[in-house]
Structure formats: structure tokens, C-alpha cells
């Protein structure tokens, strides 16, 4: 295409050569890995926001793993489930309280969580996920195709590699949960997460948007018993903002997270201990 004088000539923001349906997770597998540029889809709403240019799009939605199901003792999400289900399964409800629903329920708008995938947004590890940090709070397991089973908190700390994120895993308990956030507006990416939960005698507690990736601080959740009084939330408070490291970006300083992250994890527990 020819620009005349005074045409500014538009960026391309994301390619794919070829788009494929896999028949099945193997032939997923084979696919990914048989071109360099081959690359597994989500939802594609952060992917076509790049600017990078893919081989073969490999679309997953054929697979059946776009379901919530629960057995006697777990609670599975198949990497095609989109936020949206997350935000009005009966099952999550039921099992973990409001914290998944409250996780997700400020990312853009309902258009938006209609598409995007918990596979996706897991699988990216982005820094400011709101589901990520909720995720970690509730024991979730990360089951990939090649990698096999292992902790969430394991798998953030990998570095990225090609392979395919199957489903997640929740532990049930008689989980008592809460979510918090900050946000300058509210749909916009959160100033600071935090989700703390309690099930079988152990507290979590876990921050994100700190502004860097999700974490849980084990060290503080470890000073709360049962029913903390005042004085040990102030302490458990405290050690949150000892024990993680905050910075600074523009939606917030790393002083302002450090105020926010004692006042949201003080809320969290005090909702958990009514």
C-alpha cells in the first residue's frame, strides 16, 4: 500500500499466519511445538494487543475444556473457562465464598470477561492479575500437559516455556475467604491486591499488584491463630509489609502500597474473623 504525503501509515499490532483447531490436546502439543512461531490461543484479547506476529494459532474451544466440575474433594476450571463463568459459578460460590467472583469482577467489563480464558490469564503470569492473587490463596494446582501437576506458587516462579495448561485444581475446605482491591477507577488495573483466606487451622494471605507479580506472605499468615485478636492482626499487618517487597509506578508509590497492603490485609481478616 502506497502513503501519500501527510498519511501517517498505521502500526501492525499482531499476526497470525494460520489459524487451527486442535482435535485433541496431543495434537495441540505437536502443533505448538513443530513451528518457533506457533502459539497457543486464549481468549486473544491481550495477545492482539502486541505487536508481535505468530505462525499457526492453535484454538483450544473444541476441547471441552470450557467447564467448572467438582468430585468429593477438588474443584476443576478447564483452561477455556472464561472469567465470566468464574464471576457466577454456583459451584465456586458455594465452595470458596465470594473471592473468585470478587476477583474478577472489576477486569473491563462483562464483553471482556466473556472472552478471556482463566488458561490464558493464568499461563501469562501478568503483574497486575486479580485472579492470580486469588488463585493463590486457595491452594490451586497448575496441571500442563508436558510440566505434569505442581503448585501454583511453583509455577509463577517459572520462566516461561512452551507448553499447555490443561485445567486447575482447587482444594475444598470449609474455606472462609476475602478479596481486596484498590484501584484508581474501577475498572482500571488495581493500585494493590489482597486476598487472604483460612481453611483447616491455616491462614493464607497473598498481595498482588504490589506492582509486581502475586505472592504469598507465609511469614505473616503464620502469626495468626484461629481467631487472632487486635493486636495480632496489627503484628500480622506489620510483617506483610516486612516480609514483601512494594514499588513504585504510575498508579501508585511504593509507600502508598505499603499503606494500603496493612489496611486490606487488616479488612481481610477481620471480614474472615465475623
Given at each position: 500500500m502506497n502513503y501519500g504525503k501527510g498519511v501517517r501509515k498505521e502500526k501492525r499490532l499482531f499476526g497470525l499466519k494460520e489459524y487451527t483447531f486442535a482435535r485433541s490436546l496431543e495434537q495441540a502439543d505437536k502443533l505448538l511445538h513443530g513451528e518457533k512461531g506457533n502459539v497457543i490461543l486464549g481468549g486473544l484479547l491481550w495477545m492482539r494487543m502486541g505487536r508481535k506476529n505468530h505462525h499457526t494459532g492453535i484454538d483450544l474451544s473444541k476441547l471441552g475444556l470450557d467447564q467448572i466440575t467438582q468430585t468429593e474433594d477438588k474443584v476443576e476450571i478447564g483452561c477455556m473457562t472464561t472469567l465470566r463463568q468464574i464471576e457466577t459459578s454456583q459451584i465456586l460460590g458455594s465452595c470458596f465464598g465470594n473471592i473468585l467472583t470478587d476477583s474478577v469482577s472489576h477486569i473491563v467489563g462483562v464483553q471482556f470477561r466473556n472472552c478471556a480464558t482463566i488458561g490464558g490469564s493464568v499461563f501469562s503470569r501478568f503483574n497486575f492479575s486479580d485472579i492470580l492473587t486469588a488463585l493463590l490463596a486457595l491452594e490451586t494446582q497448575v496441571h500442563l500437559f508436558r510440566g505434569g501437576t505442581l503448585p501454583l506458587e511453583t509455577f509463577i516462579t517459572l520462566p516461561p516455556k512452551k507448553d499447555i495448561l490443561i485445567k486447575l485444581t482447587l482444594k475444598?475446605?470449609?474455606?472462609?475467604?476475602?478479596?481486596?482491591?484498590?484501584?484508581?477507577?474501577?475498572?482500571?488495573?488495581?493500585?494493590?491486591?489482597?486476598?487472604?483466606?483460612?481453611?483447616?487451622?491455616?491462614?493464607?494471605?497473598?498481595?498482588?499488584?504490589?506492582?509486581?507479580?502475586?505472592?504469598?506472605?507465609?511469614?505473616?499468615?503464620?502469626?495468626?491463630?484461629?481467631?487472632?485478636?487486635?493486636?495480632?492482626?496489627?503484628?500480622?499487618?506489620?510483617?506483610?509489609?516486612?516480609?514483601?517487597?512494594?514499588?513504585?509506578?504510575?498508579?501508585g508509590t511504593k509507600e502508598y502500597r505499603q499503606l494500603l497492603a496493612g489496611i486490606l490485609v487488616k479488612r481481610g481478616i477481620e471480614d474472615i474473623c465475623r
Amino acid at each position: 500500500m502506497n502513503y501519500g504525503k501527510g498519511v501517517r501509515k498505521e502500526k501492525r499490532l499482531f499476526g497470525l499466519k494460520e489459524y487451527t483447531f486442535a482435535r485433541s490436546l496431543e495434537q495441540a502439543d505437536k502443533l505448538l511445538h513443530g513451528e518457533k512461531g506457533n502459539v497457543i490461543l486464549g481468549g486473544l484479547l491481550w495477545m492482539r494487543m502486541g505487536r508481535k506476529n505468530h505462525h499457526t494459532g492453535i484454538d483450544l474451544s473444541k476441547l471441552g475444556l470450557d467447564q467448572i466440575t467438582q468430585t468429593e474433594d477438588k474443584v476443576e476450571i478447564g483452561c477455556m473457562t472464561t472469567l465470566r463463568q468464574i464471576e457466577t459459578s454456583q459451584i465456586l460460590g458455594s465452595c470458596f465464598g465470594n473471592i473468585l467472583t470478587d476477583s474478577v469482577s472489576h477486569i473491563v467489563g462483562v464483553q471482556f470477561r466473556n472472552c478471556a480464558t482463566i488458561g490464558g490469564s493464568v499461563f501469562s503470569r501478568f503483574n497486575f492479575s486479580d485472579i492470580l492473587t486469588a488463585l493463590l490463596a486457595l491452594e490451586t494446582q497448575v496441571h500442563l500437559f508436558r510440566g505434569g501437576t505442581l503448585p501454583l506458587e511453583t509455577f509463577i516462579t517459572l520462566p516461561p516455556k512452551k507448553d499447555i495448561l490443561i485445567k486447575l485444581t482447587l482444594k475444598k475446605k470449609a474455606w472462609k475467604t476475602n478479596y481486596q482491591s484498590h484501584r484508581m477507577t474501577a475498572t482500571d488495573f488495581p493500585v494493590l491486591a489482597a486476598a487472604v483466606t483460612y481453611g483447616e487451622d491455616q491462614w493464607r494471605i497473598c498481595l498482588g499488584a504490589r506492582p509486581s507479580r502475586a505472592i504469598l506472605a507465609e511469614k505473616a499468615a503464620a502469626l495468626l491463630p484461629e481467631k487472632p485478636d487486635e493486636k495480632q492482626i496489627g503484628l500480622a499487618c506489620e510483617q506483610v509489609v516486612e516480609e514483601l517487597s512494594f514499588g513504585s509506578n504510575q498508579r501508585g508509590t511504593k509507600e502508598y502500597r505499603q499503606l494500603l497492603a496493612g489496611i486490606l490485609v487488616k479488612r481481610g481478616i477481620e471480614d474472615i474473623c465475623r
